[in-house]
């Protein structure tokens, strides 16, 4: 995995902004390079690798079209990965969105976009084609949501999918609904290629991995 390092207690990005850190986490330098923790506590996609992942395709020079990038947590590790290359931040509500503007004054690769991923028509000039969705929204339509963004997804570019059982359906065990959201997905033409239960670092969330 490039770019993703581990001194065995835990996983560290490089960090792009020597000395700022996003969300008070810990950084250490080794080397005289400057390393951000990566909590899995506090990133799904940081509890996906830990929970082992047969793809990751975020490398230096990735294009990313990141949906429900809230105050930019995540986000700002694939900063750190995507060093090169740009990370599309859509987010719809205002207040984490101020976070992600001043994050992207230091992090030139970082582009907040304060939109609804419902509609992708709204920034489809801005982004162009991604190399990769990563799509972390707590809606009851997250399959379709990721569906209809795909079109701004280069051919067989890859999605991550962070599905969050209790917000399609509470009433339903949340093995049926990732089974749901895959199968729809699937439908749509959409390859599945793993899925990972991120338990316990997230408690009823699953991880889908598909390329287009
Ligand atoms: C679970 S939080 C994301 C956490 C973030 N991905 C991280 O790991 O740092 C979900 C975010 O999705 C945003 N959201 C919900 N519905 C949305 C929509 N239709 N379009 C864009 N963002 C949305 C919420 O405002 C919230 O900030």
């Known amino acids: 995995m490039e770019h993703v390092y581990t001194d065995g207690s835990g996983l560290f ?6 000395g700022e850190a996003v969300y008070g986490e810990r950084l250490k330098t080794q080397d005289e390079t400057e390393y951000r923790f990566w909590n899995p506590r506090r990133s799904k996609l940081a509890a996906l690798i830990l929970k ?3 793809v990751f395709p975020f490398a230096a020079d990735s294009t990313v079209l990141y949906l429900g990038a809230a105050s930019g947590t ?3 590790h694939l ?3 995507c060093s090169r290359g740009v990370i599309y931040c859509v987010e719809v509500s205002p207040r984490p969105f101020r976070k992600l503007v ?6 030139k690769n970082m582009m907040p976009i304060l939109a609804d991923a419902n509609k992708p028509e709204d920034y489809q000039a801005a982004v162009g084609r991604a190399d990769i969705v990563y799509q972390d929204i707590a809606q009851r339509n997250q399959a379709g949501i990721l569906l209809k963004n795909l079109g701004l ?3 067989r570019g890859y999605a991550f999918l962070m599905v969050k059982a209790r917000s399609v359906d509470v009433t339903k065990r949340p093995t049926r609904v990732y089974d749901a959201v895959e199968d729809e997905l699937s439908r749509s033409g959409v390859n599945v290629l793993q ?3 991120l338990d316990p670092y997230e408690k009823d969330h699953a991880a889908l991995i598909a390329q287009k």
């Open 195 to 197: 899925r990972v239960n």
């Open 79 to 81: 900063s750190d990965i």
């Open 153 to 155: 997804v280069r051919e």
């Open 52 to 54: 082992g992942c047969d």
């Open 13 to 18: 990005t490089r960090n792009l902004v020597p």
């Open 74 to 76: 995540t986000a700002s």
């Open 102 to 107: 001043s994050l992207s004054e230091s992090r």
